[in-house]
């Protein structure tokens, strides 16, 4: 469950990226007020964080990625 609610953080932080990239429009800053706003760098901090734990996943087995069908 950790690691889906990681992968999840990490989309939208990606999906914000995107959006800096491509229309130069930041959402978090948007819904918070600025960059400089403490809930949102505590949202860029979490969404870091999480992109260091799904480094993780490049070095697990496959088997512990996905469950098998007699869970």
């Known amino acids: 469950m950790?690691?889906?609610l990681t992968l999840?953080?990490?989309i939208i932080g990606g999906i914000n990226w995107g959006s800096i990239g491509l229309f130069g429009f930041d959402i978090v800053a948007w819904i918070f007020g600025s960059?400089?706003?403490?809930?949102?760098r505590v949202i860029y901090a979490v969404v870091g964080?999480?992109?260091l734990w799904c480094i993780s996943f490049l070095f697990r087995?496959?088997?512990e990625l996905s469950p098998s069908l007699s869970e």
């Open 2 to 4: 950790f690691d889906k």
């Open 8 to 10: 999840i953080l990490l």
């Open 35 to 40: 960059q400089d706003a403490l809930l949102a």
């Open 49 to 51: 964080l999480c992109a």
């Open 61 to 63: 087995e496959e088997n």
